[in-house]
């Protein structure tokens, strides 16, 4: 038997590698991608799933690629199915181009993310992530509504500084503005998950976190969990929240700090942390001596004179 | 002691006596049956006597003052000092302090004789093969323990809002099933095959420190029985990671978690430095850099992360002990300590740790593949980089645990760069794996499937790892179940696929009996399905929005919490088959092994079986390295004689010197 042409193997699995690649990338742009967590309901929620359908088309052919390889090699060169026993070859024990190509590649794969990563995180002020108190990235706008979310075991609860820091278990925001969440803890480390908001902020004690995000014209219903293990009814820590649209969210918040003014009065005024800290072991509500009615870091909130 | 190695010697080659008797101390004659001396059950008298001892103490000490827990109405200072005292006297039950303590008083300390027998197996034994089957046992326990945990957590979330179990015993299995796999894995395979593969693949009598090789397995075994008595005290309601303030209001387990990170940590560091300085200095003669095996490299990876991370852990565990018991201050920001130093102590070790559980993994492939593929390692020295760059890196990313922690915000840049440079020297191991299947001769043996299976687990793995690297993803991915499926697929579909790989490669070695194939691919596949089938449909579970660690979710997800469910009950199920073929081939049915069943070039692989006390009759001249497959001119990887290839090898070790392991 006359020898048959060796078999071109890598032009073989590239071209496998490129056809399902070509197809399957745009098939889960178009009909994944719409689709995928958090969704599209603020600035945030558009970034986490715009940056996970880049990074999806990205992994997508090199995990193909490395399942093509794998098939290929264990389907051509298996032992049961004949064949002379392999003869080490000066490149079988390693190929400097192969290997400088292989490492370049990674590393111009990794840097690009490392990029595209740190405009993603930068530029969307944050992208919904807990920055702490001195937040470095914030938006340019100065028109941010300022929501308080405090966490304690085991549930949450929101202040509206803005709003005669009236407290209530309802999270109720306004269509296309800009929120600041101002997270903390009464006890231990909690987590603030709004899930469709693309907002996660850890909530400590004596800490105030903050994160921010937009939102956009959609209303609805949105989720919250808390997202960090905190004790035994961790599980059962979640409410609901509304985005409502300016209007209605006016009128809702005017009517509650009406309504709730009495037992705002009762509450400890309004501060940035709950917790006595060394400075203020017998109380104090506020540790670092700052201000929370301070225009510049509330954005025009007024203090209420009772 | 003659040892027939089965090798007839080669003409010219000198034969004799040359080497085999050894200088030793005397030893005294012992002449009362092994159950009389300290083993397993003084060990364990010991322990007992040694809890009730600390637990009076601390009752004497502190029972005046209003303890930190509360809840469980236990005294925490009664309950860690109990734990203390327990593991002292286990450790003096089972005689590890016999010889610092015969030292401290200036007499010359006994060292027994080498024992025979199934007895040496409960005994505090010096010798590494003894150990390393010690940690084997142990970590197999270790793990079927913490994997009924795992179904039992399955258990719960089968249905969203219905209850199996009340919130705090849920909590309380997940906190025990997370604490003792990481424990596990820990020493998974530094433990068993580092122990006891080192020095025959190295060619060495033993490894470096006897003692403090067993001692490490002792405090591990230590470790198991520790974490165990969270459940009696109530649990804690922290999950693996411990983070301060709840580790501070929480009740008597959390004591459990804390000395138990302390006591495993201990023999962690003893056991990562044993294996560093043996591979350091105990190579033998001949054995380059470039020629010591890849699994010897990921354990000398390996153990520099073991030496270098673990003390912070049991630094930050001791600080959590203080909290709890004298009142100190260290995490309770009220009192001017921080939670945060918690959370940044625990993931400097934490992060570390996750490559601790990976690198072996890698190390185990890379050393089959050459053996099922007859073929040299591809990229040997970019195996042996890749290894030690990750190790390197594994240093500096521990803060993308924190990225919406609120901790030095403004450093998330730079945490996503390490984070994602890391994936470059993994992308190193794939690169030898996948180089070395081109043109091979692929022969699907069990451990060869396990090799392949760990290649495509760790990929999804590792891939999902660059998602959580992004911070704009990971603020919907964080502490999700996407994280969980994420290290699972690492962890579990890395190093435990890879663990059990060495399981069926390296049994014949170290038992002289081969488990059977045929079972052992039914174990594979059905372990592969269901691995995939239970932690896939969790990255969808997370990307949906479940948290992890929670007993209630949403009702529109529990369709893919069933079918993970579903997964976890028939994982179980396949290990079931893997020890039923361990009882059968070792037990009922014992099948003698052929000596070198994978025809491996491995120096692991040249020397008897059972291999003897001393290893190796004469310390080796190591030749080459043991991945010439299908080399046109095979060479030998080393000459056991030890004679004439001194010369070629121009090693300047005298090969005679046996030195006494104990």
């Known amino acids: 038997m006359p020898d048959a042409p060796a078999p071109r193997h890598f032009r073989r699995m590239v071209a496998v590698w490129f056809v399902l690649s070509a197809v399957t990338d745009p098939l889960f742009y178009f009909l994944a991608g719409p689709h995928i967590p958090p969704g599209k309901m603020t600035s945030s929620a558009n970034g986490a799933q715009f940056d996970f359908n880049v990074l999806f088309i990205i992994a997508l052919p090199v995990v193909i690629a490395v399942w093509v390889y794998l098939g290929y090699a264990i389907w051509t060169w298996r032992a049961s199915r004949g064949g002379p026993e392999p003869v080490a070859g000066p490149y079988s024990r390693g190929h400097l181009g192969l290997q400088t190509g292989w490492i370049s590649v990674s590393t111009v794969i990794v840097l690009g993310l490392f990029v595209f990563g740190t405009y993603e995180l930068v530029v969307p002020a944050g992208a919904g992530g807990g920055e702490g108190p001195n937040p470095i990235w914030s938006p340019a706008s100065k028109q941010i509504l300022p929501v308080q979310v405090i966490a304690q075991q085991w549930m949450f609860t929101y202040r509206y500084p803005t709003y005669g820091g009236f407290e209530t278990r309802n999270l109720v925001l306004p269509a296309d503005t800009n929120v600041a969440f101002h997270v903390t803890s009464l006890d231990v480390i909690h987590d603030f998950w709004a899930y469709q908001l693309g907002v996660k902020a850890d909530a400590n004690p004596g800490q105030d976190d903050v994160a921010y995000t937009s939102t956009g014209s959609q209303l609805g219903r949105f989720m919250v969990r808390c997202d960090e293990l905190c004790g035994i009814w961790h599980g059962a820590m979640y409410n609901t929240g509304h985005i409502e649209s300016a209007a209605a969210f006016q009128s809702w918040a005017t009517t509650q700090e009406q309504t709730l003014a009495a037992t705002t009065k009762l509450l400890p005024p309004f501060a940035w942390t709950y917790t006595p800290d060394a400075n203020g072991a017998d109380g104090g509500f506020y540790p670092d001596n700052r201000d929370p009615y301070n225009k510049v870091e509330m954005y025009g909130a007024q203090k209420v004179t009772s | ?662």
């Open chain 2, 1 to 662: 002691m003659t040892i027939d190695s089965g090798r007839r010697p080669a003409a010219g080659e000198p034969v004799g006596d040359v080497g085999v008797t050894r200088p030793g101390p005397t030893r005294r004659p012992t002449s009362r049956p092994a159950w009389l001396g300290q083993h397993l059950g003084t060990a364990v008298v010991g322990a007992v006597a040694g809890y009730a001892v600390g637990h009076w103490l601390g009752n004497q000490i502190a029972s005046a003052y209003p303890n930190t827990a509360g809840a469980s109405g236990l005294n925490d200072t009664a309950v860690v000092l109990g734990l203390a005292f327990g593991v002292v006297g286990w450790l003096a039950g089972i005689g590890a302090l016999n010889y610092p303590l015969a030292k401290l008083v200036g007499r010359e300390p006994v060292t027994p004789e080498p024992q025979q027998g199934w007895m040496r197996y409960f005994k505090y034994s010096t010798d590494h093969k003894v150990v390393g089957m010690q940690y084997l046992v142990t970590v197999l326990v270790f793990f079927f323990t913490a994997g009924l945990l795992a179904m039992a957590i399955r258990t719960e979330l089968l249905t969203p809002a219905n209850h199996f179990f009340g919130p705090d015993i849920y909590i309380a299995v997940v906190g025990e099933h997370g604490t003792m796999m990481m424990m596990m894995a820990s020493s998974a395979v530094v433990g068993p095959l580092g122990n006891y593969l080192v020095p025959l693949m190295i060619g060495s009598r033993r490894t470096a420190f006897p003692r403090v090789e067993a001692a490490s397995y002792w405090f591990f075994a230590a470790g198991y029985l520790v974490i165990l008595t969270a459940l009696p005290l109530g649990g804690f309601p922290t999950g693996w990671t411990g983070y301060a303030p709840l580790q501070t209001q929480s009740a008597g387990g959390m004591d459990s978690y804390l000395v138990g990170f302390g006591v495993i940590g201990i023999g962690m560091i003893l056991a990562g430095f044993n294996l560093a300085v043996t591979i350091i200095h105990f190579r033998a003669p001949g054995m380059t850099w470039n020629r010591v095996p890849v699994f010897v490299w990921s354990m000398l990876a390996t153990a520099a992360l073991l030496t270098l991370a673990t003390p912070t852990l049991v630094a930050a565990g001791l600080f959590g002990v203080l909290d709890r018991t004298a009142q100190t201050a260290f995490y309770v920001t009220e009192h001017g300590g921080s939670q945060f130093l918690w959370q940044n102590l625990f993931w400097f070790f934490g992060h570390p740790e996750v490559y601790i559980m990976a690198l072996p993994g890698f190390g185990i492939v890379a050393e089959m593949l050459p053996v099922f593929t007859r073929k040299p390692l591809f990229g040997y020295r970019v195996a042996a980089a890749g290894m030690l760059g990750v190790a390197l890196l594994s240093f500096f990313v521990w803060q993308h645990h924190l990225f919406q922690s609120g901790i030095n915000p403004d450093m998330r840049p730079l945490f996503m760069l390490t984070t994602e440079l890391i994936s470059i020297p993994t992308g190193f191991i794939f690169l030898v794996g996948l180089g070395t299947l081109y043109k091979a001769r692929i022969r699907m043996e069990v451990p060869m499937l396990f090799a392949l299976g760990m290649y495509f687990n760790f990929l999804i793995g590792g891939v999902t790892g660059v998602f959580l690297s992004d911070v704009p993803v990971n603020v919907t991915v964080h502490g999700s179940f996407f994280v969980m499926a994420h290290f699972h697929y690492t962890i579990m579909g890395g190093l435990i696929f890879a663990l059990f790989g060495g399981i069926y490669y390296w049994t014949p070695k170290m038992t002289g009996r081969m488990l059977d194939q045929k079972w052992g691919k039914i174990h594979f596949w059905t372990m592969f399905v269901f691995f995939n089938l239970t932690f896939f449909p969790l990255f969808i579970v997370g990307l949906l929005g479940q948290p992890r660690r929670v007993f209630e979710y949403a009702a529109n997800l529990q369709v893919w919490n069933d079918i993970s469910s579903t997964g976890a009950f028939l994982l179980g199920a396949s290990f079931l088959i893997f020890v039923g073929n361990v009882v059968w081939t070792m037990v009922i049915n014992p099948r003698t092994a052929p000596a070198n069943p994978w025809a491996s070039n491995g120096l692991e692989w040249q020397t008897p079986t059972p291999v003897p006390y001393f290893n190796f009759e004469r310390i080796p001249v190591v030749l080459n390295d043991p991945y010439h497959y299908g080399d046109p001119e095979p060479a030998p990887v080393a000459d056991l004689g030890a004679g004439l290839a001194m010369a070629v090898a121009g090693a300047t070790a005298d090969p005679s010197t046996g030195l006494d392991p104990r």
